[in-house]
């Protein structure tokens, strides 16, 4: 069983980047791809970008492609979101997620708010 724990949340300004961090903890840590999800109030919580655990390969959403990079750090067991060009519609609550074989573990989230 992991546990997540996602830091970095806060107010910037339109335009502005904002770096969020996930520790992962727990006695195995043997997650398959590792990730993040947003979800503003009153709508669906959907997923951000993910990236394997074993290679550099990532994947976006539409809406953040080309402002948002992923990245990991397997010997410190944490997982990165940088976001750069922040826009207001990137306002919501961000969480990051570990897909296991046992399915999935979520963090407890951090709230970026996006506004001038």
């Known amino acids: 069983q992991l546990q997540l724990v996602e830091s970095g949340g806060g107010l910037v300004n339109p335009g502005g980047s904002l770096t969020l961090s996930c520790v992962v903890s727990?006695?195995?840590?043997?997650?398959?791809?590792i990730g993040w999800f947003r979800q503003a109030p009153g709508k669906e919580r959907d997923i951000v970008s993910c990236i394997s655990k074993t290679n550099d390969s990532a994947d976006y959403a539409d809406s953040v492609k080309g402002r948002f990079t992923i990245s990991r750090d397997n010997a410190k067991n944490m997982v990165y979101l940088h976001m750069n060009n922040l826009k207001p519609e990137d306002s919501a609550d961000y969480y990051c997620n570990a897909l296991t074989r046992d399915g999935n573990y979520w963090g407890q989230g951090t709230q970026v708010t996006v506004s001038s």
């Open positions: 727990g006695s195995r840590l043997d997650y398959y791809y």
